[in-house]
């Protein structure tokens, strides 16, 4: 058995404001170490748990957030641009966990809520339904043939979520107070749900309780900038576009 844990950084345990996420932030520094500590918490469980190894995506940004060198043994690290691929080396793995994760733009409260670009998407549907990136990767990952089992992230995450896909555990490490603030579970707290939290969603899976999650007909997703947009592929209205393509992650590839 491989996991593959695609791992974003507003989400992550200790995070609790731009200045830890943007690469010129005050706290840059610590937000990667604190996405390391995550990505090793969750990993060891999972070892531990019977995955013979884990592969991890550095997702946020550019893909360069993890501290390589510190990482436990048993990880394969996937880093920086992978053109045209959301989840590089996935066709390996069996399950996917989406790891400090945030919720979707426009989420009331909700620590740095932002679909794919907070400077440049307003809003994100995919097949009518607003979708965040939680869902959109969830589909993404279905496409694959697997399914996520798991979420890490603040409460707002976590509710969205559980409404998309109510089978996906949940892993609660912040309590979001607005779009740059959280009360935050100390670090031995963080690491015991998180722990907790990833042995529950690999037993869910070896039961066969998660499954894979896809769209019933051909994906069409719709992007609404902030901004009006060039003529470009699929423009709809002066700051809206529509991607269509057979599978979710083709469309969404038509355009970043
Ligand atoms: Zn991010």
Redesign the pocket.
Known sequence: MKIYIFA???GISGVSSSAF?TADGAKYGLGCKFITRDVNICAKACLEAGADEVIVRD???AGNSILWENLIPGIRLVQGHTPGERFSGIEEADAVILLGY?AMAGTPRALMEHTFSSKSIQNMWVNGELAGEFAIDTIIAGEHGLPVIMTSGCDKLCQEARAFSPDVVTCQVKISTGQQGAIMLSPDASEKLLREKTFEAIAAFKEGRIKPMTLEKEAVLRIEYMERCEPALGLVAPRTVELTGPTLEEAFFRRF
Do not use: T
Request: proline share 0%; no cysteine.
């Open positions: 974003d950084l507003e996420v997702g946020h940004g945030h």
